[in-house]
């Protein structure tokens, strides 16, 4: 069962804010989320995590609802080299159990 | 700091051969996970060894396998390739304990014809 839902495609102008939403209606309480990025044919990148309080750092900001059912990535400043695939995670942040599956994700596609 | 680096980056088997595939964690990295990614399954999750014991185990055969050494880099190898080995293999760090993001390296693109 997908933990997650995540449109399948999204376009940016660059230079403007791109907002990744991220529906995770059936998180539980100790469950992250978890945002990820994949350029074509590269490793993924990890981008940014939290649980329930808003996170910011250089790449990208989190905003997480009160009831954390849902989420948004926010690029403040897409470039065309943000130009990927964003995946949603959830997962519990604890024990020895760490593995990560993808969903779909959402093709973000900034263009010039 | 160094990020995570795999040799090779690319490599062409032929059916029924064998591979060893290389990662080098970042360094105070001891939790290393491989994946294996195809078009169609997505990001699979192989096994992840942490201080030379593998931790965690996906759903492949045995065929997978892998191993971890003192300086926390590791290998995976895959015997007996089939066609459908053919995939971007993955290797991520991260440091041990919770909350802690996994870092990925380029990826091994293996090919089996």
């Known amino acids: 069962d997908a933990k997650t839902t995540q449109p399948p495609s999204m376009d940016c102008a660059e230079g403007r804010a791109a907002n990744l939403p991220c529906n995770h209606s059936t998180i539980s309480g100790n469950e992250y989320v978890y945002w990820y990025r994949q350029i074509h044919s590269q490793g993924p990148q990890y981008i940014i995590h939290g649980l329930k309080n808003n996170e910011t750092n250089e790449m990208a900001s989190l905003i997480i609802t009160e009831d954390r059912k849902s989420s948004t990535l926010i690029l403040p400043h897409a470039t065309l080299r943000d130009t990927a695939v964003y995946y949603c995670i959830v997962m519990a942040s604890g024990g020895s159990n760490y593995k990560l599956t993808f969903g779909k994700g959402t093709l973000l596609t900034v263009n010039p | 700091k160094a990020g995570v680096t795999q040799t090779p980056r690319y490599l062409i088997k032929t059916r029924g051969q064998q591979v060893t595939l290389s990662c080098s964690p970042i360094?105070?990295?001891?939790?290393v996970s491989w994946y294996q990614q195809t078009p169609g399954q997505g990001l699979q999750f192989l096994f992840e060894y942490f201080s030379e014991t593998q931790r965690n185990k996906g759903n492949f055969p045995g065929r997978f396998s892998g191993r971890q050494f003192s300086n926390s880099r590791s290998e995976m190898n895959v015997s007996t390739l089939e066609l459908g080995d053919s995939a971007l293999y993955l290797c991520?760090?991260?440091?041990?304990?919770?909350?802690?993001?996994?870092?990925f390296g380029p990826g091994t693109r293996l090919t089996v014809t």
């Open positions: 991520a760090s991260r440091l041990a304990g919770p909350g802690y993001e996994q870092y």
């Open positions: 360094s105070g990295h001891r939790s």
